[in-house]
């Protein structure tokens, strides 16, 4: 029943969030934040000393991905221009472009990995158990409503 009730939440918060255009990605972006932020702490019934140190974690953690992410699309928007022509490619480019994507790669994994280590300071196995069962569960709804709203909008593609 409660898996219902988040779904159903989910699927009213994220509807909202792209049927209003609230501004920007960033903005969106912050909004379905907010209402994970809610759900994680129903989810795993953190008390108030669990939850502030569970996301000063969390939001470190965030934080950190965010960076590495935008740094990558950066580069991923470098990829393109460098595609476009292949006669002008320089290879030079992308290979230093290449390796700085690939370390980008291994400090992501070593912030996750900081992350789920000092996951176990702040929750108890069960409720970390928790915590990733909810991660990879609310990613999938995301995901799920993500393409609903693609295939409304793009009915023939």
């Given at each position: 029943?409660?898996?219902?009730?988040?779904?159903?939440?989910?699927?009213?918060?994220?509807?909202?969030?792209?049927?209003?255009?609230?501004?920007?990605?960033?903005?969106?972006?912050?909004?379905?934040?907010?209402?994970?932020?809610?759900?994680?702490?129903?989810t795993l019934d953190?008390?108030?000393?669990?939850?502030?140190?569970?996301?000063?974690?969390?939001?470190?953690?965030?934080?950190?991905?965010?960076?590495?992410?935008?740094?990558?699309?950066?580069?991923?928007?470098?990829?393109e221009r460098l595609?476009?022509?292949?006669?002008?490619?320089?290879?030079?480019?992308?290979?230093?472009?290449?390796?700085?994507?690939?370390?980008?790669?291994?400090?992501?994994?070593?912030?996750?990995?900081?992350?789920?280590?000092?996951?176990?300071?702040?929750?108890?196995?069960?409720?970390?158990?928790?915590?990733?069962?909810?991660?990879?569960?609310?990613?999938?709804?995301?995901?799920?409503?993500?393409?609903?709203?693609?295939?409304?909008?793009?009915?023939?593609?």
């Amino acid at each position: 029943m409660k898996r219902l009730i988040l779904i159903a939440m989910l699927f009213v918060i994220t509807q909202a969030l792209f049927a209003q255009r609230w501004g920007p990605r960033e903005e969106r972006l912050k909004r379905l934040e907010e209402f994970k932020k809610i759900k994680l702490i129903e989810t795993l019934d953190l008390s108030g000393e669990e939850s502030i140190k569970f996301f000063t974690l969390y939001n470190e953690h965030q934080k950190k991905v965010m960076s590495i992410q935008r740094e990558r699309e950066k580069i991923f928007d470098q990829f393109e221009r460098l595609t476009k022509n292949e006669s002008k490619f320089n290879e030079k480019r992308f290979e230093e472009l290449e390796k700085r994507l690939n370390e980008l790669e291994q400090e992501l994994f070593r912030n996750r990995q900081e992350f789920h280590a000092n996951l176990k300071n702040i929750l108890n196995p069960f409720k970390a158990a928790k915590f990733y069962v909810f991660e990879r569960e609310f990613m999938r709804e995301v995901n799920r409503l993500l393409m609903m709203k693609k295939n409304r909008d793009n009915p023939l593609d």
